[in-house]
Nanobody
Framework: QVQLVESGGGLVQAGGSLRLSCAASGRTVSTYAMAWFRQAPGKEREFVGRISWSGGNINYADSVKGRFTISRDNAKNTVYLQMNSLKPEDTAVYYC???????????WGQGTQVTVSS
């Protein structure tokens, strides 16, 4: 089993930055692709980005491309989401996920709230 815990969320003004972390425990996730999703109130969960197990293949949703960066440190069993130039529409609960593809992942964190004020 893998447990994922997100941290780093909070309240930030538009144009600001936040860095989210997703720490895995229970077993290594170094061989898993990892992804970030988000869910705004009243909306469906939305794909944000995905990083391959090696970090060599990363893709992003068009809505965050050029502003968000995913990275990982397999030695620390941790994945990061650097969010720059934040917009109010980025407000959501952000989730990390491991071991899957598309929208189907075996493991999910509990989420961390990100609120961007205008």
């Amino acid at each position: 089993q893998v447990q994922l815990v997100e941290s780093g969320g909070g309240l930030v003004q538009a144009g600001g930055s936040l860095r989210l972390s997703c720490a895995a425990s229970g077993r290594t996730v170094s061989t898993y692709a990892m992804a970030w999703f988000r869910q705004a109130p009243g909306k469906e969960r939305e794909f944000v980005g995905r990083i391959s197990w090696s970090g060599g293949n990363i893709n992003y949703a068009d809505s965050v491309k050029g502003r968000f960066t995913i990275s990982r440190d397999n030695a620390k069993n941790t994945v990061y989401l650097q969010m720059n130039s934040l917009k109010p529409e980025d407000t959501a609960v952000y989730y990390c996920a491991a071991g899957g593809a598309g929208v189907n992942y075996a493991y999910w964190g509990q989420g961390t709230q990100v609120t961007v004020s205008s």
